[in-house]
């Protein structure tokens, strides 16, 4: 491939990769909101957008598992976008690094809001089976230590014993 058709697969490459990078910003961002929102109808309505946005992240990395290998067939570097765009010659090289660079950037960005997202879940989910083994013991703490302290065995979820 000549260094035009290089520069252009990756200035192509690059623009589908940020849109698509966009778009999961997009719906991570919506995602936060519902959770914090308790929006479960909003949850549910996101699903679809979250499966599209899946399979065009899938498409993203076929397409640059094949620009990599070809780069490698044609014995330019194959590690990384980055460094085969490093390694290409042309006034274009300055640019598509420059995007390189924000796509990293943005990658960044994502694993933050997947981790927010993850940790508001992990809330939540901690919140609950709190509230549920209240629920379940009719809000008697077992205690830890003690042989001859009484265990109450009752609960009001299951046998309506107080």
Known sequence: ?????????????????????DATLEILTKKRECIVAKDLEGLAAIGQEEQR??????????????????????GLPSDSIESLTAALPGPQRADLRARVRQSAGRARLLRHHSLTNWVLVQRTLLHLAQMVEIIATG???????????????G????????
Request: charged content about 30%; some cysteine.
């Open 155 to 162: 609960g009001t979820l299951v046998d309506h014993a107080v």
């Open 139 to 153: 809000g008697r703490m077992k205690p830890t230590y003690g042989k001859d302290e009484p265990v109450h065995a």
């Open 53 to 74: 946005v899946v399979r065009q992240l899938e498409q993203c990395l076929e397409r640059r598992e094949g620009l990599l290998r070809r780069a490698s067939d044609e």
């Open 1 to 21: 491939m000549t260094n035009n058709q290089w520069d252009t697969e990756l200035a192509n490459f690059l623009t589908d990769l940020s849109a698509v990078q």
